[in-house]
């Protein structure tokens, strides 16, 4: 059995950071393509960012354009955890994010479909 887990939510004010974590178990970290989807009150859940271990030290990310600049994506494989450093939050940015999982490690980090696993989500709310 997967478990997906996010840490780390909360408020701030705009300009303001903030770092969620997601932990997944169950199968060799490693193994595991992530992502970050979020969703705003009355709208679809959308890709923030993705990242996959290629091998040794490399990764493939990937940002949405409304992010990209603004927030990192890592992950420590030695810890099981995945990180989003948002930086230069705005208004915008306030939603519910969620924490995916896709055990095949395919390549298509932005698409929701490739995901099996998903948490239960932390709130990010940025004020103006």
């Given at each position: 059995?997967?478990?997906?887990?996010?840490?780390?939510?909360?408020?701030?004010?705009?300009?303001?950071?903030?770092?969620l974590s997601c932990t997944a178990s169950g199968?060799?970290?490693?193994?595991?393509?992530?992502?970050?989807?979020?969703?705003?009150?009355?709208?679809?859940?959308?890709?923030?960012?993705?990242?996959?271990?290629?091998?040794?030290?490399?990764?493939?990310?990937?940002?949405?354009?409304?992010?990209?600049?603004?927030?990192?994506?890592?992950?420590?494989?030695?810890?099981?955890?995945?990180?989003?450093?948002?930086?230069?939050?705005?208004?915008?940015?306030?939603?519910?994010?969620?924490?995916?999982?896709?055990?095949?490690?395919?390549?298509?980090?932005?698409?929701?479909?490739?995901?099996?696993?998903?948490?239960?989500?932390?709130?990010?709310?940025?004020?103006?």
């Open positions: 059995q997967v478990q997906v887990a996010e840490y780390g939510g909360g408020s701030v004010q705009t300009g303001g950071s903030l770092r199968r060799t970290f490693t193994s595991y393509a992530l992502g970050w989807f979020r969703q705003a009150p009355g709208k679809e859940r959308r890709f923030v960012a993705g990242i996959r271990w290629t091998g040794g030290m490399t990764y493939q990310t990937d940002y949405a354009d409304s992010v990209n600049g603004r927030f990192t994506i890592s992950r420590d494989n030695a810890k099981s955890t995945m990180y989003l450093q948002m930086n230069r939050l705005k208004p915008e940015d306030t939603a519910v994010y969620y924490c995916a999982a896709d055990p095949k490690n395919t390549p298509h980090l932005s698409s929701s479909v490739v995901y099996d696993y998903w948490g239960q989500g932390t709130q990010v709310t940025v004020s103006p």
